[in-house]
């Protein structure tokens, strides 16, 4: 792959205030006219914090028009924990920040340790006899207008994908004829916060190994059926990092060396993953690791980060 990687960005709320209404107007002119724009918008950790949506949803729709106008596209992700913190979220189990999030248009999330917590449907949480003990999160992925994603979380015995119909590893969608991959991965110390009776019978793997696995099948579809493949994957983690400075995505003198994401960077194979979208650790990254960029947009719905890939129309790079 040979996309180009235009700057990473990370916009506080008061940046989004002060620059959504004049987005269209000083977005860069496109490098070549066979180019096309993918800016990918990401938050994470939102924890119910549903009163910084709105600003954020007017940079997103200020987004979306500038691209309309060159003709580009949008992907809107989530790095998971959207749930647990504010009374108007968790009063319905987190209904409230999905029904945003359908509003906003969503293009997908991944799922997070506290999107676990509420355990079945219903004040308890601890599941009793016969509950279904992550009813609540099944609930909320059949709410979605858009897919959770769970490439690592697997049955303990079967090995297989968190089974559910609105929860799945990995996802395309079609954006201005651009195939985009998806795939979605938690953070292994998840399992260190989730009741243990709600995560019964589940297990997580490797974030590395199935980022890869994923990929491998996004990609190999487009190998099989040209039409049907992945150009762009991204991996969308509930996993992060820490980095203070932001001015050069490639020093990396100021983040967490041995941070998780990082370390699942490093251990990717070479070419099959574009971007990650970072969750987690609630501290901000806006860096390239092992030639990959990594987003990831602080917490509360403070922060907004954003990265834009150019890809070639004619020869899909």
Do not use: W
């Amino acid at each position: 792959m040979m996309i180009k990687f235009l700057p990473l960005y990370l916009l506080s709320a008061c940046c989004l205030l002060s620059c959504a209404a004049n987005i269209a107007s000083h977005t860069p002119a496109l490098p070549s006219t066979h180019d096309i724009r993918l800016s990918i918008l990401s938050t994470t950790d939102l924890h119910g914090h549903i009163e910084a949506l709105p600003t954020i949803a007017g940079y997103i729709n200020n987004l979306r028009a500038a691209r309309a106008q060159d003709g580009g596209g949008v992907v809107v992700l989530d790095g998971g924990d959207m749930f647990q913190g504010e009374l108007a979220s968790n009063l319905n189990e987190g209904a409230t920040v999905i029904e945003a999030y359908n509003q906003i248009a969503y293009s997908a999330v991944t799922v997070g340790n506290h999107e676990f917590d509420f355990g079945p449907l219903g004040p308890a949480v601890i599941p009793k006899a016969g509950d279904n003990p992550r009813g609540a999160l099944h609930a909320r992925a059949k709410q979605a207008h858009f897919p959770f994603l769970a490439a690592n979380t697997v049955d303990k015995h079967s090995g297989k994908t968190l089974l559910h119909p609105d929860i799945v590893p990995s996802t395309i969608i079609n954006v201005q004829g651009i195939r985009v991959g998806l795939v979605g991965v938690m953070t292994l110390e998840a399992t260190q916060s989730i009741p243990i009776p709600v995560f019964e019978g589940l297990a997580l793997t490797p974030l590395a190994q199935a980022i890869n696995t994923q990929a491998r099948l996004l990609r190999d579809k487009a190998r099989a059926v040209r039409a049907q493949g992945a150009t762009v994957v991204i991996a969308v983690a509930h996993a992060g990092g820490s980095c203070q400075h932001f001015d050069n995505a490639d020093d990396l003198s100021s983040c967490d060396q041995q941070a998780e994401i990082f370390q699942v960077a490093r251990a990717l194979e070479p070419g099959l993953v574009d971007a990650i979208v970072a969750g987690h650790t609630h501290q901000k990254v806006a860096h390239r690791v092992n030639g990959i960029p990594i987003i990831q947009a602080g917490k509360n719905g403070e922060t907004l980060a954003r990265l834009d890939l150019l890809v070639n129309a004619e020869t899909a790079k």
